[in-house]
């Protein structure tokens, strides 16, 4: 992989008084994770300055000025940064910004930051500390305007000795310069090319016009400077020796007659629109729609290797940081923060950034972005914050990189996700044997499960549908409660079944199907039961509903997308007794249990009718060598999510997790109880976690939602129960307090309009 770093042009603008145009400039390479002072040092050493003792300042696109701390007030206006600190990673391609050299004397550069990005050990020999101009064109103006060394701005020049006054260093020079060679220089005087080479004495190679050209011995410092100052080097610019324009694409400074003069590793002569490219070892030429050559560099093994430690660990550290922080930041993300986020949008590279400054853009432009789902104060959604062991796990297993598939492609993942399965079975008092998988959440839980129930009630009415489909299958009934989570419906029509063929029981003024008002159920059947209303908590009748479908012949599944857990607790284990009697069970293991996103689980009483439903044989595969996890569900690749779940069990125990769901439930009375006490109306019992609150009319609730989640101290969505706009509240984290609840009941009574 090679390392890659943005191009940063400073153009001088004005200073002393005078404007400068065309504008003398310099081009740096400059890495994200150098700040705003060295930049500031680089463009001095670049622009000849010899007294530094001068206040600067830079001024950003978005009005931000970043200077030194200012101690006597010089600066006017609010400085809002110390350049010292503030990286260059907060520019984004294309970005212009202002830099300002000695307040008194105002040297102002416009600065504008490259759309391309280099590779500094090709185009500077070197990897540097600080950033490094490796282009430029202009005269640089001494930043007094001195003209020699004692210039007082009265006195006249002294007298100009001509070269009679140079020691012989070379015998070219002064008086000693042969005629030969000085037509020589005579010529190329007449036609001064457009770029100085940093190196000396430069080669000569022709262009297609047939004028002389200086062409660097390393061919990396071909870059042109546009004929337009403003306009950053990688959009264009002319050559000069040859009229025609510079076509930067696909890496490279191309002649108007077809003629490529410099791809980025090469040295080209141009000649008479034929091209000559001399790659370097390593070199791989591809060729575009134009034959024009291109590079394309293999990826560095040993020094992506070297530098993987200290990737690894920058990640770790900022991980460190935005969790340290994420219980005292705002919930919602401010506005400019999201603005900000956009920066992430650019075309894509053609040479790519360095590892470093991708995950340097991922946190100051990524990380502000984010809803502080993780801290303990967000109440939506039914989204549980993250254990640190779950985190810690999490990390580990992207480190194995393991695909879960099959045993033969890690074992241990094969291991921990069976032990995990078996663990979640029994916590939730299922019956032994049960089988299931890891999926992405609950409604592929869901729609696993039911694709199982679909092919085995069809199987029971003597039709093959893992063989033959749908078509010209029994129809089968599905029977679903009025309060059916959506994502129940969608997995009804992932399998076929529909969303809309459903026949929908009443339910009660919590949620729960009313078991008074069953149908009489013929031919292949399934009934869907509910473990946890969204809105509610409530779960549905269990012993009732599952003894009629018993009697009609119906397949029955629950979704206990949350609610699942809450037979891990004796306080609450009552709100789900029964529901062991299912045939099959979809949850979520990032919702109450707070493992990271996404992992949800599928369960199924019968192991054997799962693995009907979702085997994937072939001839290249293991053949019968114990579980094998792809085919317990419809995934075949997949991430070891089993590690992170045997990781929050192993760590929290039987009691650990029983003390997270009661203590969750503790803390949505704790909420329910404020928001009385402050005059608002609570729409359900609170029988677990959920607590819908109403603030008068929708206008109203609508309204305060808003500014709840404007003010930034937590975060509630908004549903509709009953017909009634409402507030929708969870609480589901580990780290959640009576603190958290306490303040955020205090910053709603704040948001809410007397």
């Known amino acids: 992989m090679t390392r890659t770093w943005p191009s940063i042009r400073a153009g001088l603008a004005e200073g002393h008084g005078e404007q400068y145009w065309p504008r003398p400039g310099r081009i740096f390479a400059a890495a994200r994770s150098h700040t705003f002072k060295q930049l500031a040092d680089a463009t001095g050493d670049a622009f000849a300055r010899w007294d530094r003792s001068h206040l600067q300042e830079f001024t950003l696109a978005d009005g931000r000025r970043l200077c030194d701390p200012d101690p006597d007030g010089q600066i006017e206006g609010e400085v809002t940064e110390d350049y010292r600190r503030v990286k260059l990673s907060r520019l984004h391609p294309g970005e212009q910004f202002g830099y300002v050299f000695d307040l008194g004397d105002d040297w102002a550069h416009l600065c504008t930051a490259g759309a391309r990005r280099i590779d500094p050990v090709e185009v500077l020999g070197i990897l540097p500390d600080t950033p490094l101009p490796y282009w430029g064109g202009g005269e640089i103006p001494d930043q007094y305007r001195r003209r020699w060394d004692d210039d007082d701005g009265e006195s006249p020049p002294p007298r100009n000795p001509g070269l009679a006054d140079l020691p012989p260093l070379r015998p070219h020079r002064g008086t000693r310069q042969p005629p030969a060679e000085a037509k020589i220089h005579g010529a190329v005087a007449r036609h001064p090319p457009a770029r100085q080479s940093p190196t000396w004495p430069p080669e000569r190679a022709p262009c297609c016009r047939g004028r002389p050209r200086r062409t660097p011995r390393s061919a990396h410092h071909l870059r042109a400077i546009p004929s337009d100052p403003n306009r950053h080097p990688d959009r264009g610019g002319s050559a000069r020796g040859c009229d025609r324009p510079i076509d930067h694409a696909a890496n490279s400074v191309r002649c108007g007659c077809a003629g490529v003069l410099a791809p980025r590793a090469s040295a080209t002569a141009c000649l008479g629109g034929r091209r000559r490219p001399v790659a370097r070892a390593g070199t791989v030429w591809g060729m575009t729609g134009q034959d024009s050559p291109v590079r394309y560099s293999a990826p560095d093994v040993g020094a992506v290797l070297a530098d993987r430690p200290a990737l690894l660990e920058d990640a770790c550290r900022r991980a460190l940081t935005y969790l340290g922080g994420v219980a005292e930041r705002r919930v919602a993300p401010a506005e400019e923060a999201v603005a900000a986020a956009g920066r992430l949008d650019f075309p894509l590279p053609g040479l790519g950034l360095a590892a470093a400054d991708v995950l340097s853009m991922l946190d100051e432009f990524g990380s502000p972005a984010t809803v502080a789902s993780a801290g303990p104060r967000y109440f939506g959604f039914v989204t549980g914050g993250a254990l640190p062991v779950a985190q810690a796990a999490a990390w580990l297993a992207a ?355 007397r």
């Not at 033959?468 to 029977?479: H, I, K």
Request: aromatic share 6%; hydrophobic share 45%.
């Open 399 to 753: 480190a194995w990189d393991q695909n879960a598939a099959l045993r033969v492609m890690s074992p241990a993942a094969a291991v921990l996700d069976a032990v995990a399965l078996r663990w979640v079975g029994e916590l939730a008092g299922l019956p032994a044997g049960t089988g299931g998988c890891f999926v992405t959440g609950a409604t592929m839980a869901n729609a696993t499960c039911l694709a199982a129930a679909r092919d085995a009630v069809l199987t029971r009415h003597g039709w093959d549908a893992t063989g033959q489909g749908l078509v010209g299958a029994p129809p089968v009934t599905v029977v679903v409660g009025a309060e059916v989570h959506t994502t129940v419906r969608k997995a009804l029509g992932l399998v076929g079944l529909g969303r809309d063929r459903a026949t929908v029981v009443p339910a009660d003024r919590e949620g729960r199907i009313d078991p008074r008002a069953l149908p009489a159920l013929s031919g292949p059947a399934l009934v869907c039961l509910q473990a946890g209303n969204v809105n509610s908590g409530a779960s549905d009748p269990f012993v009732p509903l599952i003894a009629w479908a018993r009697d009609q012949g119906a397949w029955v599944h629950v979704d206990g997308a949350f609610g699942l857990w809450a037979a891990a607790a004796p306080a609450t284990a009552g709100q789900v007794m029964g529901f062991a009697g299912a045939d099959s069970w979809a949850t979520d293991a990032h919702k109450w249990l707070n493992t990271t996103y996404d992992c949800g689980i599928a369960l199924v009483r019968d192991p054997a009718v799962l693995q009907a439903a979702m085997a994937a044989p072939a001839a290249y595969l293991p053949g019968d060598a114990g579980r094998e996890p792809m085919h317990f569900s419809p995934q075949s690749s997949q991430r070891a999510r089993g590690a992170e779940v045997w990781a929050v069990l192993a760590t929290l125990g039987r009691d650990g997790v029983a003390q997270l769901v009661d203590r969750t439930c503790r803390l949505a009375r704790r909420f329910a109880d404020g928001m009385r006490e402050a005059g608002y109306r609570v729409l359900n019992d609170v029988v677990l976690n959920q607590v819908v609150v109403d603030f008068g009319d929708p206008a109203r609730t609508g309204a305060v939602i808003a500014a709840i989640q404007q003010e930034g101290t937590c975060w509630c969505g908004p549903t509709t129960w009953h017909s009634r706009k409402a507030m929708r509240v969870s609480v589901s984290a580990w780290n959640t307090t009576e603190d958290d609840i306490d303040q955020s009941i205090a910053a709603i009574r704040t948001c809410t309009p």
